[in-house]
């Protein structure tokens, strides 16, 4: 998609090496839908910036340790009205995750952002409650047609793990009799209603209503040894459905699961009520195009 008629496109100084930033700068590029450009990559001497400043609009800080080169001319094009933009800012903008390359190049601008995060208790225990009156008649059906179906237990319970790396069991209604998935159990995968037993969860004060997903302890163990910055997702409690699901498909491979937590950091850092709002909205969405299990 090209820009729109009269928006204007911004041109962008780059401070940092092109060959480290390539993918994530053609994302952004791509996801501005050509309102951004970057122009020249500078490994900066000052004199050099100085005259390649004149030929773009803005500045980007894409590597701090280079900024220092030339931290007084920066001073100086910022009194002269020129916008100085740090790469986390485009990124989080446009990208809606938080890179694990940007994150590492940026982590003394993140850190403060995932020292302590607010619990609103009440919003989830009323949205639990809620949910649990709602969903009771479907929660009655769906275990008479399970025991009737597959048998007992109605309810399978699996060690998960949650915030401060704590293990707690994680509820949902039993999709598999037999290593199969019996018809009416994919039905449940499909709309999510396998999920119902989670809200007991919530209540109990194991995981929030929106937050990362919880994962099974193979998957932790696979992610916290090969995934930089993966346990600032555990500074959160996790969630029944969160941004990663919503914006990302579901997880495999190691790869998926490095842009899934880039995804989820993005949560844990920018966690809010209207991000909350927002996520809620595309879990409906998602649920009513059969999207698949979360």
């Given at each position: 998609?090209?820009?729109?008629?009269?928006?204007?496109?911004?041109?962008?100084?780059?401070?940092?090496?092109k060959?480290?930033l390539?993918?994530i700068?053609?994302?952004?590029?791509?996801?501005?839908n050509?309102?951004?450009?970057?122009?020249?990559?500078?490994n900066?001497?000052?004199?050099?910036?100085?005259?390649?400043?004149?030929?773009?609009?803005?500045?980007?800080?894409?590597?701090?340790?280079?900024?220092?080169?030339?931290?007084?001319?920066l001073?100086?094009?910022k009194?002269?009205?020129?916008?100085?933009?740090?790469?986390?800012?485009?990124?989080?903008?446009?990208?809606?995750?938080?890179?694990?390359?940007?994150?590492?190049?940026?982590?003394?601008?993140?850190?403060?952002?995932?020292l302590?995060?607010?619990?609103n208790r009440?919003?989830?225990?009323?949205?639990?409650?809620?949910?649990?009156?709602?969903?009771?008649?479907?929660?009655?059906?769906?275990?008479?047609?399970?025991?009737?179906?597959?048998?007992?237990?109605?309810?399978?319970?699996?060690?998960?793990?949650g915030?401060?790396?704590?293990?707690?069991?994680?509820?949902?209604f039993?999709?598999?009799?037999?290593?199969?998935?019996?018809?009416?159990?994919?039905?449940?995968?499909k709309?999510?209603?396998?999920?119902?037993?989670?809200?007991?969860?919530?209540?109990?004060g194991?995981?929030?209503?929106?937050?990362?997903?919880?994962?099974?302890?193979?998957f932790?163990?696979?992610?916290?040894?090969?995934?930089?910055?993966?346990?600032?997702?555990l500074?959160?409690?996790?969630?029944?459905?969160g941004w990663a699901?919503?914006?990302?498909?579901?997880?495999?491979?190691?790869?998926?699961?490095?842009?899934?937590?880039?995804?989820?950091?993005?949560?844990?850092k920018?966690?809010?009520?209207?991000l909350?709002?927002?996520?809620?909205?595309?879990?409906?969405?998602a649920?009513?195009?059969?999207?698949?299990?979360?």
């Amino acid at each position: 998609m090209k820009k729109q008629l009269g928006e204007k496109m911004i041109k962008y100084l780059v401070i940092g090496k092109k060959d480290e930033l390539k993918e994530i700068i053609n994302e952004i590029e791509k996801k501005s839908n050509g309102k951004i450009i970057f122009g020249d990559f500078l490994n900066p001497s000052p004199e050099v910036f100085m005259e390649k400043i004149k030929y773009h609009d803005r500045i980007l800080i894409a590597d701090p340790e280079l900024e220092i080169y030339i931290k007084n001319e920066l001073e100086i094009v910022k009194n002269k009205g020129i916008i100085i933009n740090i790469l986390p800012e485009l990124v989080e903008k446009h990208l809606k995750r938080i890179p694990l390359d940007v994150l590492k190049k940026f982590e003394y601008y993140y850190s403060e952002f995932f020292l302590s995060k607010k619990e609103n208790r009440i919003l989830d225990l009323t949205l639990a409650l809620i949910s649990l009156i709602l969903t009771s008649p479907l929660f009655i059906i769906i275990s008479i047609i399970n025991l009737l179906t597959i048998g007992k237990p109605i309810i399978f319970k699996q060690i998960r793990i949650g915030k401060n790396k704590e293990k707690f069991l994680m509820y949902k209604f039993r999709t598999i009799h037999n290593e199969k998935v019996h018809s009416f159990s994919k039905f449940l995968r499909k709309t999510r209603l396998d999920e119902i037993p989670q809200f007991l969860n919530v209540l109990k004060g194991n995981m929030n209503f929106i937050g990362p997903r919880p994962e099974m302890l193979s998957f932790h163990k696979m992610c916290e040894e090969h995934i930089d910055f993966y346990n600032y997702r555990l500074f959160v409690k996790p969630g029944i459905t969160g941004w990663a699901q919503v914006k990302y498909k579901y997880t495999t491979s190691l790869e998926d699961y490095k842009i899934k937590t880039e995804y989820d950091l993005y949560y844990v850092k920018n966690k809010n009520l209207l991000l909350d709002i927002k996520i809620l909205l595309l879990t409906f969405l998602a649920i009513f195009k059969d999207n698949g299990s979360l």
